[in-house]
């Protein structure tokens, strides 16, 4: 059976249209951008298979372009149409925090983090930092480590936010491994950062690890 005659509320696109992007599975919104699935095969089914046999969505997604277009039911239109989706996600996605507004939303620095770091191999240790106002002046990446870790220098992040002449900092770093669980390392340089930045009249909002799921806060576990 064709998607087209499916039930109106099990199509992938009016499915969308009525509830949302967020209420469709990864294979259906994959499905939406292949349009057409392999012979005898439909879209969604076709989505299922590549997510099977090459994903999950993250690890498909995270495949340079040149590879992803050799996977069936892709090809470089596609692909270039699906890279293009990502990259336009990603930059609307900071453009509230480098556009200047402050920062309402701690949510929302999290989710930053996570397009800034989730695609790095190694262990990559970032910092925004932020005016009085709470608005972004500058995003670095600090250190950068083994998929074991990264030797974090709480004097440098101190040094760098004192140059920004800024008022706060949010900090965070990736789990390769995936696993978004806090290490007791983690805790132990959040402590040692809060003290350096207080030495300087900077004050420690978040630190977040990034790895598969929602970012986790240590500010939100009460850590910070």
Known sequence: MHIRDWPASERPREKL??????ALSDAELLAIFLGSGLRGRDAVATARDLLAQHGPLRT??????????????????????LAA????????????????????????????????????????????FLDTRHRAIAFEELFRGTVDGAEVHPREVARRALAFNAAAVIVGH????????????????????????ALVDVRL???????????VSLAARGWV
């Open 205 to 215: 909002l978040d630190h977040f690890v990034i790895a598969d799921g929602p970012p």
């Open 60 to 81: 498909l997604l995270e495949r340079p372009p040149a590879q992803l277009a050799k996977l069936p039911g892709l090809g470089p239109a596609r692909v270039c149409a």
């Open 174 to 197: 990736n789990h390769p491994s995936g696993n978004p669980e806090p290490s007791a390392a983690d805790r132990a340089v959040t402590a040692r950062l809060k003290q350096a930045l």
């Open 17 to 22: 249209l009525a509830r949302g992007a967020s």
């Open 85 to 128: 989706a990502l990259e336009l996600g990603n930059r609307h996605l900071a453009s509230a925090l480098e556009r200047g507004d402050a920062l309402t939303d701690p949510a929302a620095a999290g989710r930053y983090f996570a397009q800034r770091l989730r695609q790095h191999p190694h262990e990559v240790f970032a910092a925004l």
